[in-house]
């Protein structure tokens, strides 16, 4: 098997996941009590204005025909209209995408830059009073609610020593950085916490190998050691801990973004479930699973990339 193949492989197989993921998104929605239509219209109800919405959403068909036409629409690209915002679903996600892709991208790179030297120090500390501090910390930080966590910064940071924006996005790269610094903290500190203790656990694994004193008795400084020989190969079972904790951050960026009222999907997802918005929340659990099944391909991509030992004949 070569690398190429082994990345076949894998588009291959998700196939049936993405199918599956439409699926899902579709049926879910239909298990939820209640009357959509009655909740779209509202107060302006009536049996001939529900008998028209439900015939121009398709509703008034069967179950497997109004699949179809949803599949139908997924493949031209076209996700509907939203009823509460009188616009197209896809525009919507458009507007709104940018704000949670920052906060995904700025948790992932803060979690990085936590972990990656504090798992390391306490690797080469074993059992030593930093490394105990270390664990200490972030098994607490762990074990605390996300949405707690929020609360908490928010009434330091913000209302108190007013370091921080409350809520909102920002419009420039800088304000960006500043206003989704808290939130994007808040996430880091749980995913920080799972890649600190995989990550050291791994160094240590690697410290114990044969080869590293192969490599000491060849005069390579420690630096050189510790770079080119341990973390390298440490890193490879913690990319794997890293991507799968990436997909499932991206689904813990709905509470965050309504404790710090970001403009993103989760925050939109959240209203549109309350709205009964069927076509914002398909197309927002469909956008959702894609990031999970894209990012789930990535992490292949690279352990492929970084392991030759998945290049053979």
Do not use: C
Not at 101 to 125: D, H, K
């Amino acid at each position: 098997m070569t690398r190429f193949s082994f990345v076949g492989g894998r588009l291959l197989q998700l196939i049936p996941v993405v199918l599956g993921i439409t699926i899902i998104a579709f049926f879910i929605l239909r298990l939820i009590p209640g009357d959509p239509v009655v909740v779209m219209l509202g107060q302006h109800y009536t049996p001939q204005a529900g008998a028209v919405l439900r015939a121009n959403l398709g509703l008034d068909k069967p179950v497997w025909a109004q699949y179809f036409i949803f599949m139908n629409h997924i493949i031209h690209l076209n996700l509907g209209d939203s009823i509460y915002y009188q616009m197209p679903v896809t525009t919507l996600i458009g507007q709104r995408l940018p704000a949670t892709l920052w906060l995904v991208g700025y948790s992932a790179m803060l979690a990085l830059l936590i972990s990656v030297p504090l798992a390391t120090l306490s690797a080469l500390r074993k059992d030593g009073v930093f490394d105990q501090a270390v664990r200490t910390v972030f098994l607490l930080t762990f074990a605390m609610p996300a949405f707690w966590v929020g609360l908490v910064f928010t009434l330091l940071f913000s209302l108190r020593l007013h370091l921080f924006p409350v809520s909102g996005y920002g419009a420039t790269f800088t304000e960006h950085l500043r206003t989704l610094f808290l939130p994007s903290l808040t996430i880091s500190l749980g995913f920080a916490a799972i890649l600190i203790r995989t990550l050291r656990s791994s160094i240590l694994t690697v410290l114990r190998a044969e080869y590293l004193d192969t490599a000491r008795a060849k005069g390579l400084s420690r630096g050189r050691i510790l770079w080119r020989h341990v973390l390298r190969n440490a890193m490879l079972s913690t990319l794997t801990v890293f991507g799968v904790n990436l997909a499932y951050l991206i689904g813990g960026t709905v509470i965050i973004e309504n404790v710090f009222a970001v403009p993103g999907l989760g925050q939109l997802l959240t209203s549109s479930i309350f709205t009964r918005d069927l076509s914002v929340v398909q197309g927002i659990t469909l956008i959702f699973a894609l990031f999970v099944v894209t990012i789930s391909l990535l992490t292949d991509v690279a352990y492929a990339a970084l392991d030759p030992r998945l290049a053979f004949d």
